[in-house]
Nanobody, 123 residues
Framework: QVQLVESGGGLVRAGGSLRLSCVVS????????MGWYRQAPGKQRELVAR??????NYADSVKGRFTISRDNQKNAAYLRMNSLKPEDTAVYYC??????????????????WGQGTQVTVSS
């Protein structure tokens, strides 16, 4: 079983900061990439930031304000969010891509999502 647990969301005033954490648990062999997505009410889920072996990428709306990082030893990813704006309000989801697990000699690879954490930025 693979589980992603996010934490760090909450209510913050515009201009404030938050740090989201995501930890992947289970018998993990490797993770190709990890990312943060968000979904605001009435909108589609969108990529916020992603970090993998091919580098990092950010949504234009968060460049210069958000920083994604990763700790491979802990199977964890983090999203530091500075200069938050009301339009950053959304449920933030962590995603792990290319999670490789072994059960005996059988190799499993899949993508997994966390349950989401609410970020609310007041004006």
């Amino acid at each position: 079983q693979v589980q992603l647990v996010e934490s760090g969301g909450g209510l913050v005033r515009a201009g404030g900061s938050l740090r989201l954490s995501c930890v992947v648990s289970g018998s993990i062999f490797s993770i190709n990439a990890m990312g943060w997505y968000r979904q605001a009410p009435g909108k589609q889920r969108e990529l916020v930031a992603r970090i993998g072996s091919d580098g990092t990428n950010y949504a234009d709306s968060v460049k210069g304000r958000f920083t994604i990082s990763r700790d491979n030893q802990k199977n964890a990813a983090y999203l530091r969010m500075n200069s938050l704006k009301p339009e950053d309000t959304a449920v933030y989801y962590c995603k792990a891509d290319g999670v490789t697990r072994y059960s005996g000699m059988t190799r499993y690879v899949g993508d997994f999502w966390g349950q989401g954490t609410q970020v609310t930025v007041s004006s």
